[in-house]
């Protein structure tokens, strides 16, 4: 069994179609998106469109939370204040009656799902945990492993319950192996928006019988997703992240 892993796509389909065709030829059985698919980029409504036509396991994330609570935008940063106002004006009320129906948490076998930090956060950062709260976190958590995005930044924290130990690490040659003395976090990163330095569409594939995560890194059609931003009247940062 092989599920792929995707996040923050946030509206940008060339990105997402790369992502896509990539699993594709994956041998993925299963395909989980963590949220915030809508927002930055210009194709909301089209990103969500497809996902609701595809057999995609879904979940909300902080951009998609103000349909059930519009107070959280107050909480957004300017650039993504201004993002949601164009964002919600493009989305019809299909795609919004369709997010609205959508769960903060999915979980399937040994595995949670959930956008920012177990158990079912949609805003909370892992890069804000000390490691006391990451500890209580494991400690509370039933599964073997939650999936997260909302960072970008992908990320593996490891909790032994025997020495109570927590760790920090990132992913070396694309992989990484699990084993059963832990209990993880792994951040899957971002389709979209990239945080780091690997301006990439990343996400990630989850072998359950090897227990085996390995990374994707995929390029796709950054002009073309730039000019939509752009011509959309968007913040500029939106453009100028998935480039510089």
């Known amino acids: 069994m092989r599920i792929a892993v995707i996040s923050d796509i946030h509206g940008n389909m060339e990105a997402f179609l790369a992502a896509l065709a990539d699993i594709a030829e ?17 194709d909301s409504e089209q990103v969500a469109r497809k996902i609701m036509d595809s057999d995609i396991e879904t979940i909300i994330g902080n951009h998609e939370y103000p349909f059930f609570d ?22 019809s009320d299909e795609v919004i009656a369709w997010i609205k129906s ?55 924290v490891k909790f032994n319950k025997k020495d109570m130990n927590i760790s920090l690490t990132g992913f070396h040659n694309h ?6 003395k ?23 594939i989850y072998d359950l019988e090897e227990q085996i995560i ?10 073309a997703a730039v000019k939509k931003i752009k011509d959309a009247g968007y913040p500029d940062r939106n453009a100028r992240i998935l480039k510089s």
């Open 26 to 42: 994956q041998n993925v059985d299963k395909i989980y998106n963590l949220g915030d698919f809508i927002d930055y980029g210009a």
């Open 70 to 91: 519009p107070t959280l935008v107050n909480n957004f940063s300017p650039t993504a204040y201004q993002s949601f106002q164009i964002t919600k004006k493009m989305l």
């Open 102 to 156: 959508l769960p903060k948490v999915k979980i399937f076998r040994s595995c949670r799902f959930v956008h920012g930090m177990p158990p079912d956060s949609v805003d909370i950062y892992l890069s804000y945990q000390s490691k006391y709260e990451l500890l209580n976190r494991m400690l509370e958590m039933e599964e073997k492993i939650a999936f997260i995005g909302h960072t970008h930044i992908q990320k593996v």
């Open 175 to 180: 992989k990484f192996k699990l084993d059963d």
């Open 182 to 204: 832990h209990k993880y976090i792994i951040n899957a990163g971002s389709i979209e928006q990239p945080r780091s330095s690997n301006k990439k569409a990343k996400y990630v």
């Open 214 to 223: 390995t990374t994707r890194y995929l390029d796709y059609d950054v002009d």
